[in-house]
């Protein structure tokens, strides 16, 4: 299936993976069902559609933006709009005071997936002028919410399995699923992960890997993004 | 990264300091700023003198690359990712040279 129908020469394997990252976008997770992850997705698109609001301000508190009967509770709302526009902000008191208003940790983490694969997937699309991925049909089971006790709060503020690599490969790793995601996204979009640090030569598609790191480096301090 | 040629991180700094030796550099940097800024008339400029200049291949290419950093960079900032250990030392200077160490995301790596 593919996700875009345009007259650009989008690579087809690009063109599937994000196909099928919309799809388990609508799949039971771990945590929150198929409706509510697909609801993330849209509340990422509404968080970048809207009027900015400050970083401090709670989008849930603000009258008439955010929907009185929305599937998500009011603290998952005001974490995807904050993480989507103001990823710079975040500290260990902001993280903390989301779970302290009833996310469980392991959602947290399931949530942060998908709210960032929805950010790559429509930048990419709305800097091309194209339109977004159509969003699936959900699937209507629920989800087990069986938390993984092997699971530590160790190196960073959520939970992580005990993984080896990089850092930030390890962040999503208390939802393994999310993890997967993470790598077919970073496979088509940037560079295979098993090439991450093994090949710093080829060539990746049409770009040098010199030109790949310059765009992701630049990327990232627009982000205020210091790892 | 490559055995042949001289670079520098001034694309990565901002786009007006040069290509940094990096072919298109400054304006692959201009493009990642255009996709930030969500400025249509500056996306639409640089987009057609990256057209010009080294085809729809590289267009699409880099504005995925710069997109997949949307998601890694939210993905580093909202699980309070630290720096990894064995990076600290090899990136000091790098990270002093691109100005990143007064960002609120900054978390040194646990020892």
Same mark, same amino acid.
């Given at each position: 299936m593919a996700a875009y129908s345009t007259? +650009?020469?989008?690579?087809p394997d690009l063109d599937e993976a994000h196909a099928e990252v919309a799809s388990r976008w609508s799949t039971t997770g771990t945590w929150w069902s198929g409706v509510e992850r697909l609801a993330i997705v849209e509340e990422v698109r509404n968080a970048r559609d809207a009027v900015e609001i400050a970083p401090w301000e709670s989008p849930s508190e603000i009258?008439? +933006?955010?929907?009185?009967?929305?599937? +998500?509770?009011d603290a998952a709302v005001d974490a995807i709009w904050r993480i989507t526009?103001?990823?710079?902000?975040?500290t260990a008191e902001w993280h903390a005071s989301i779970l302290g208003r009833g996310i469980h940790p392991e959602a947290y983490v399931e949530m942060v997936g998908v709210v960032a694969q929805a950010n790559a997937v429509d930048r990419f699309a709305d800097a091309l002028d194209l339109d977004r991925v159509e969003l699936p049909i959900p699937s209507t089971s629920e989800p087990d919410q069986t938390g993984d006790?092997?699971?530590?709060?160790?190196?960073?503020?959520v939970p992580t399995a005990q993984i080896k690599g990089p850092n930030v490969l390890k962040a999503l790793s208390a939802v393994p699923f999310e993890n997967e995601t993470l790598s077919i996204l970073s496979s088509a979009q940037y560079v295979r992960l098993g090439d +991450?640090?093994?090949?710093?030569?080829?060539?990746?598609n049409s770009l040098s890997r010199l030109q790949v790191e310059v765009i992701a480096a630049r990327t990232s301090k627009l982000n205020e993004c210091f790892y | 990264m490559s055995q042949d040629s001289q670079v520098s991180f001034e694309a990565i700094d901002n786009?007006?300091?040069?290509d940094g030796g990096v072919e298109h550099g400054a304006l692959l940097s201009r493009l990642c700023e255009a996709i930030f800024e969500e400025d249509k008339d500056q996306l639409a400029s640089v987009k057609d003198k990256l057209l010009d200049a080294a085809g729809v291949d590289v267009l699409i290419d880099a504005v995925a690359v710069s997109a997949n950093f949307y998601m890694m960079t939210r993905i580093a900032d909202s699980t309070g990712t630290p720096l990894d250990a064995g990076t600290v030392e090899p990136s000091a200077e790098i990270r002093e040279l691109v100005g990143?160490?007064?960002?609120?995301?900054r978390r040194e790596a646990q020892t």
């Open positions: 007259e +650009l020469p989008i690579r009258e008439g +933006l955010v929907s009185g009967d929305h599937v +998500l509770p526009n103001h990823p710079g902000t975040l006790a092997s699971l530590q709060v160790t190196s960073h503020w +991450l640090l093994s090949d710093l030569v080829s060539k990746q | 786009s007006e300091s040069g990143v160490n007064s960002f609120t995301s």
